[in-house]
């Protein structure tokens, strides 16, 4: 890239670290240091804020960059991840939205250990969503290396790496001073944001067809190199009976994965009752809806109007496929218009991904210090200090998250991200919707729902090609690629089902009818929620 595109996009990026950093030391300097204002805020946001705060931590860089580039490569196999992830809000609209708010205080583990024996439980749960926020952030991180190696030429492999290093920085700083005050805001700024990019796109490209969609299509089936075959299903998931067993592991990952992410889960703690965090999910999915079908346009309009060849020879995996349509859009390489519109969507994207980063790592810094350490506290210990460990944990997180980025830098953002829905939905969601809805569920039942599924999902993916076995994998000169799928959860989702039912039906300790009937009030009427 030019100069001149280097120069506004970075002055551009400053402003955003800068205002950022601006309201994290804001909050700072108005919070009181307790539990529920690191963790949840006060519980002070309105629905309309924390559905802004959702769709921005849900919107993150796997939606923007990674999602429209898959579109852009593969077509119609590409937009169904656009499908997917939107799917996937009914299940957290209709199952768990307003019963977790009732029923929990700060994380995940709150909600399956309400009547179940608490220690092995949140170590349990903990450790699934530290595992999962991990498998996110990496996610992130390979976004944003993506990003500044395009804006530097696509060469920097220093640069690139430098830019997952400060990624992490500054996501650190974001949780330890802000907390998740400050974390929600962010969100706020960048949802609007990022919507404000995509609306601006997606309008240019329908009208540089004249709001034909159909000549859209068909300009995008042409430039592609695939004919209409790009328009077809099949030709990322459709080559082999393998490959049709990946689309259905997939399908599956993202539609009951979004029910079990930390991260989201924690924002219906940050409004004050379950009917705030019901009209929340309401606002949330409006947003993004919207967002969702944008991303169909822009990554068949990068097909029509870049080229696929074109973003392949970019980033191989299509991450760049957003930033090149818009130098199009604005006029192409040396015009003013091109470099201001390749300038303001990359550094929307990269708000996109610092604010994702955050809400991530407080989601598993929580985890860390609410629930892991939380565990081996000595009765009556101040949660003060529990804040403490959580920034610490934020730290820790980071420095994990940083070197598997730098790993895997290779990969498509929402591809990653699909790993991460699985485990999600392999290992938490089993343990969450078993706890709200069997009677019978016990804690032997619960533990064994959440390892019986992380275990598999994890040793799935390492034995997997992602991580071996092909040019393309993490290792490529090591193959231990014993299972055929690249995503885990075919398999690992009904693991973790069974292994829950197994726990449950052979666990010697009967469960807690009258802990039951006190969770079930709670989540059905609010009485007694936090």
Known sequence: MRGDHQTLALVLFSVFIAVTLGITTWVSRNRHGSAEEFYAGGRLFSPMENGFAIAGDYMSAASFLGISGLIALFGYDGMLYSVGFLVAWLVVLLLVAELVRNCGRFTLADVVAARMAERPVRMAVGTSSVTVSVMYLVAQMVGAGSLVALLLGGTSDTARSWTVVGVGALMVIYVSFGGMRATTWIQIVKAVLLMAGAVALTVLVLVRFHGDFNALLTSAAERSGHGRDFLSPGLRYGESWTARFDFISLGLALVL???????ILSRFYTVPTARAARRSVVWSIGLIGSFYLMTIVLGFGAAALVGS??????????????????????????????????????????????????????????????????????????????????????????????????????????????????????????????????????????????????????????????????????????????????????????????????????????????????????????AGAA
């Open 257 to 263: 994965g979004t029910a079990g992410l930390p991260h």
């Open 309 to 526: 060849a074109e973003v392949r020879a970019s980033n191989a995996s299509g991450n760049t496929a957003v930033p090149l349509l818009a130098l199009v859009l604005g006029g192409g390489e040396g015009s003013t218009g091109g470099t201001l519109l390749f300038a303001v969507v990359a550094a929307i994207a990269f708000a996109t991904i610092l604010a994702v980063v955050a809400g991530i790592t407080l989601a598993s810094s929580a985890s860390v210090a609410h629930d892991l350490y939380a565990s081996f506290r000595r009765p009556g210990a101040k949660q003060r200090g529990e804040v403490g460990v959580a920034r610490v944990a934020a730290a820790a997180v980071g420095v994990v998250a940083i070197g598997l980025g730098l790993l895997a830098q290779n990969l498509n953002v929402a591809f990653l991200v699909g790993l991460a829905f699985a485990v999600a939905a392999s290992a938490n969601l089993p343990a969450l919707l078993y706890s709200l809805f069997w009677r019978g569920f016990t804690t032997r039942g619960a533990v064994w729902a959440v390892y019986g599924g992380l275990i598999p999902a994890v040793l799935l993916v390492l034995l997997s090609p992602i991580v071996s076995g092909s040019p393309t994998s993490l290792f490529p000169g090591v193959d231990i690629a014993l299972f055929p799928l690249e995503n885990p959860g075919l398999v690992s989702i009904p693991a973790g089902f069974l292994a829950g039912w197994i726990g449950t039906v052979t666990s010697s300790v009967p469960p807690d009818a009258a802990k039951h009937a006190e969770t079930e009030v709670r989540s059905l009427t609010g």
